[in-house]
């Protein structure tokens, strides 16, 4: 078999197998086309540390992310907060910048959930944070963050 004729060979594979991934990608990309509705996007925003700045741009990041998806009902957002972040979301505590943004992404269906263990170790109950949160699913936060993972939530930490 000459060089040429080889190469030939070796194209015609390459594009009868990208011919084949083209038709499997088909459906996808048509129906995306045609207007069929998405999944919604799950999304999980993460923070534990103590830096008000970090926690106020993750509450405006998540503010933005409702509005690029085009508001509350195309996006499921959870945030976990554990550790010494706790301090940053005590309702008596909480600078009125920090406040404003998050009571926009609760009004904006954004579900706040805080580390049981964390609560328990600052001797702290819901009660004594921002309006909205819960206590997480499982009681340790990082098993909670994994499970959410687990069921299709993206991982954001700002």
């Known amino acids: 078999m000459t060089k040429l004729a080889a190469n030939r060979q070796v194209l015609s594979i390459t594009l009868a197998a990208m011919a084949m991934i083209l038709l499997w990608m088909a459906p996808a990309v048509t129906g995306a086309a045609d207007g069929a509705k998405k999944e919604k996007p799950k ?3 993460h923070v534990d540390g103590k830096d008000p ?3 106020k741009y993750a509450l405006a990041l998540i503010n933005k992310h409702i509005d690029a998806e085009g508001g509350p009902e195309n996006i499921d957002i959870e945030l976990v907060v554990h550790g010494p972040a706790l301090e940053l ?3 008596d505590k909480m600078d009125p910048e920090m406040t404003k943004r998050f009571d926009q992404i609760i009004e904006k ?3 706040a959930e805080m580390c049981q263990v964390t609560m328990k170790a600052f001797g702290k ?3 004594n944070l921002a309006k909205g949160f819960a206590a997480t699913l499982h ?6 963050i994994a499970d959410l993972q687990q069921q299709g939530y993206l ?3 700002p």
């Open 43 to 45: 999304v999980l925003y």
């Open 53 to 55: 700045e970090v926690a």
């Open 89 to 91: 979301f005590e309702k």
């Open 109 to 111: 269906g954004a579900k």
């Open 125 to 127: 109950t819901l009660d």
């Open 139 to 144: 009681p340790v936060a990082v098993k909670r």
């Open 155 to 157: 991982y954001i930490k």
